[in-house]
């Protein structure tokens, strides 16, 4: 019988899933607190642009986005890469860079990744409608810093800092997010 060994990661890190469960994301022996969509979690296939909703599936972890203004190169699985006042993601459908990071200003609409609230501290680019994009199916859904309340995202999943910090040493390469009941 052969024996299971985790995958690693080129950083050495092992390679985990989690799993979303309502309010709580679980995986490498760690439940934290979450926070998801304001409208709910909906079926992949019926996720839309302004939805609201985290989209169900495996969400893999691309990369990881930080800012080196404030806090050292978080321990992870993958890439890391430091932003900058001029970063942001075009969340316009009816653009070519739709669903990509784009260079500020730029004249369609987009989110700032730079902001003042600390949300995106640290944001985790999830492999959501990425290979290949397709317009309107919904764009920057990211692994971020929750607000203090845990408010509801825009259709991301967002955990405190430490906790956010926590996962990402822990190895998180995923996050399984099962369809609503």
């Not at 079926?43 to 939805?51: N, S």
Request: hydrophobic share 45%.
């Amino acid at each position: 019988m052969p024996i299971w060994r985790p995958r690693r990661s080129a950083s050495g890190i092992s390679l985990v899933e989690f799993v979303l469960d309502g309010a709580v994301l679980r995986g490498a022996g760690l439940s934290l607190r979450a926070a998801h969509g304001r409208t709910g979690i909906t079926p992949a296939a019926a996720k839309r642009e302004g939805d609201g909703a985290t989209p169900a599936g495996l969400l893999r972890l691309v990369r990881v986005l930080y800012r080196a203004d404030r806090l050292p190169p978080p321990a992870c699985a993958v890439p890391l890469e430091p932003i900058g006042p001029q970063d942001g993601w075009c969340d316009d459908p009816a653009d070519a860079a739709y669903n990509r990071p784009v260079r500020l200003p730029y004249p369609a609409s987009h989110e700032e990744l730079w902001r003042a609230d600390h949300v995106y501290d640290v944001i985790g680019v999830l492999d959501w409608n990425l290979a290949p994009i397709m317009p309107g199916r919904g764009s920057a859904i990211f692994f971020h810093v929750a607000t203090p309340d845990y408010a509801p995202t825009a259709g991301c999943v967002a955990l405190a800092l430490p906790d956010l910090l926590a996962s990402l040493r822990a190895g998180l390469s995923a996050i399984r997010v099962p369809a609503a009941a």
